[in-house]
């Protein structure tokens, strides 16, 4: 089953200036590589680098996109380079209910539909939901209505105390685990609203923790799981997060598919028995 809320996701926002000199010379000390690196990297010059940063020299559209991409810059900032420096947008942002990505959203879903039982979803750059399979709604089962009103946002439902952080066993832990990855993405994107976002659920509550959680019994640390009751039972989870390779569209390359396996055999036969 598929979930596509309405709403549209506040796109990312980028430091304004002068022009594309500020804005790269951010982007490269944010970095931590010195003009001298950016310029071995990108085939050019300390010197060239200097000049474009202080505004002396304007780069050429292949310079800019060629630094963008040895500073690993988002596609939706590297729009912004462009039009900063005087160029067009060089990448699309297709809405993704548009025709035009009906072969990627087919894909995705046919991927998630058949990681069943086990619950995938798949969120955009603000941890709203875009799709999900019934292994995660299974996961939902009992959530209020209010926190289900669309946009559906993985990082509300996850942390809010009236979603599933309760029925999390090891919630200090995996807390940690998503605030952290939250404040990895916000200093790769510089995104106001996911700063916003992670302000709000950071500021959540914790609940007291569950009597009996010590009884959890013993999970393969690889890494780190999530362990959540479910119906008197505690399933466990290890989260994986896949993205697209060199994605050509903004919408595109903020998607990401979560996939949660199994960490135990207990939790695979349960879910084995609920969906035969």
């Given at each position: ?75 939706r900032e590297r729009n912004a380079l462009l039009l900063a420096a005087g160029y ?65 946002n993985a990082m509300r439902l996850t942390l809010h105390p009236e979603g599933l ?112």
């Amino acid at each position: 089953m598929t979930i596509v809320p309405s709403g549209s996701t506040e796109p990312a926002t980028t430091p304004t200036g002068p022009g594309v000199g500020p804005l790269l010379r951010v982007w490269r000390e944010q970095r931590r590589v010195s003009q001298l690196e950016l310029a071995l990297r990108a085939d050019s010059s300390a010197r060239h680098i200097s000049f474009i940063e202080t505004g002396r020299s304007r780069p050429s559209e292949e310079m800019v996109l060629r630094l963008a991409e040895h500073l690993d810059v988002p596609v939706r900032e590297r729009n912004a380079l462009l039009l900063a420096a005087g160029y067009a947008p060089r990448y699309p942002e297709t809405p993704l209910d548009d025709p035009a990505l009906d072969a990627l959203r087919a894909g995705m879903e046919q991927l998630i539909q058949g990681y069943e039982p086990y619950p995938a979803l798949v969120v955009d750059a603000m941890y709203n939901v875009q799709a999900a399979n019934r292994g995660i709604l299974m996961i939902l089962d009992g959530i209020p209505e209010h926190l289900l009103e669309p946009p559906l946002n993985a990082m509300r439902l996850t942390l809010h105390p009236e979603g599933l952080a309760p029925r999390i066993r090891n919630l200090r832990e995996w807390r940690g685990h998503l605030l952290a990855q939250m404040e990895r993405q916000i200093a790769l994107h510089r995104s106001e609203p996911l700063r916003r976002l992670y302000e709000e659920v950071a500021a959540y509550p914790v609940p007291q923790e569950t009597p009996g959680a010590e009884s959890a019994g013993p999970v393969p640390y690889f890494a780190l799981p999530m362990q959540i009751e479910h119906e008197g039972r505690v399933l466990s989870f290890i989260s994986s997060i896949s993205t697209f390779n060199t994605p050509m569209d903004v919408t595109v390359a903020e998607l990401a598919i979560e996939t949660l396996l199994p960490a135990d055999p207990a939790t695979v036969k349960y879910l084995q028995s609920l969906m035969p």
